[in-house]
């Protein structure tokens, strides 16, 4: 999130030079603030699943808790690609921590 983040929050000025469908935006318009709530909201998803890896775990042993977890990690990435406003791309990155925090608890 760091290395794009100018580009990314239309703080250059410019889009996109990538070919997008049409209803994807350039860029998102966020503030300062937004940016940082965006960035940091991955690590509050971590924390939250860290503390419920060993549940997951206990109930559905270690393939089970492997083969949930896999669908965090492909589902947050997809809306985080496809998010239009801060609030999907928030959505994304908390999906995507809470699988980092099920991984390495």
């Given at each position: 999130m760091n290395t794009p983040g100018y580009v990314m929050s239309c703080r250059t000025g410019k889009k996109a030079t990538v070919d997008m469908p049409m209803w994807l935006p350039g860029c998102i318009s966020m503030n300062e603030g937004k940016y940082?709530?965006?960035?940091s909201i991955y690590s509050i998803g971590g924390l939250f699943g860290s503390l419920y890896a060993p549940r997951l775990?206990?109930?559905?042993?270690r393939k089970g808790a492997a083969l949930i977890n896999c669908?965090?990690?492909?589902v947050g990435p997809?809306?985080?690609a496809i998010s239009?406003?801060?609030w999907v791309l928030a959505?994304?990155?908390v999906i995507s921590g809470i699988s980092s925090g099920v991984v390495n608890p």
């Open positions: 940082g709530f965006v960035t775990t206990d109930t559905r042993g669908s965090g990690f492909v997809i809306i985080m239009m406003n801060v959505l994304g990155r």
